[in-house]
T-cell receptor, first 113, second 111 residues
Framework: DTGVSQDPRHKITKRGQNVTFRCDPI?????LYWYRQTLGQGPEFLTY????????KSRLLSDRFSAERPKGSFSTLEIQRTEQGDSAMYLC???????????FGPGTRLTVT | KQEVTQIPAALSVPEGENLVLNCSFT??????LQWFRQDPGKGLTSLLL?????REQTSGRLNASLDKSSGRSTLYIAASQPGDSATYLC??????????FGEGTQLTVNP
């Protein structure tokens, strides 16, 4: 296992710009999760995929957010028209089919100025 | 709705001390509980996963216990070291295995 990777690690953007993050899960992990974490808080669930199907979305995921997982491999999370409240750490995790333990990536730190 | 609470929010101890971190959850119908470590500005590292059928799980100086009926889990760290300084998070899975996290306990071990 090479682990879960995320790119970029840090992103600074101006309010109103669009940003896209990428997550590469552990190979053959069929589930992929996105979480958001603000300072001093625990991560909060955003959405998850089983293979290429997006099965659940949190109410936190406004219509400015969209996530994809084409071909059931890597996933992208796009935020349109960023707001200062979007500043957070965006974490990705993957889970093997039939498994229980989620493995997290290093996260992408987004700062909206 | 599942809610997860961690006490204390912050803890500072001298090196060598044994310590206990607490995690409580409101819905006891869980099938496992996972403890994570997070260093500042980093992602989460899984420490221990304890199944609902287990009462304890051990890894090195770490021991996690689970009492479903009372909605509690503890993480015991023996002989703490400065390198143990981090935020410790507990999480329980909901539908689709998505995790609900506590707010974490920020641990500082002073040399």
């Amino acid at each position: 296992d090479t682990g879960v990777s995320q790119d970029p690690r840090h992103k600074i953007t101006k309010r109103g710009q669009n940003v896209t993050f990428r997550c590469d899960p552990i190979s053959e992990h069929n589930r992929l999760y996105w979480y958001r974490q603000t300072l001093g808080q625990g991560p909060e669930f955003l959405t998850y995929f089983q293979n290429e199907a997006q099965l659940e979305k949190s109410r936190l995921l406004s219509d400015r957010f969209s996530a994809e997982r084409p071909k059931g491999s890597f996933s992208t999370l796009e935020i349109q028209r960023t707001e200062q409240g979007d500043s957070a750490m965006y974490l990705c995790a993957s889970l093997r089919g039939g498994g229980y333990e989620q493995y997290f990536g290093p996260g992408t730190r987004l700062t909206v100025t | 709705k599942q809610e997860v609470t961690q006490i204390p929010a912050a803890l500072s101890v001298p090196e060598g001390e044994n310590l206990v971190l607490n995690c409580s959850f409101t819905d006891s119908a869980i099938y496992n509980l996972q403890w994570f470590r997070q260093d500042p500005g980093k992602g989460l590292t899984s420490l221990l996963l304890i199944q609902s059928s287990q009462r304890e799980q051990t890894s090195g100086r770490l021991n996690a216990s689970l009492d479903k009926s009372s909605g509690r889990s503890t993480l015991y760290i023996a002989a703490s070291q400065p390198g143990d300084s981090a935020t410790y998070l507990c999480a329980v899975p909901l539908s689709g295995s998505r995790l609900t996290f506590g707010e974490g306990t920020q641990l500082t071990v002073n040399p």
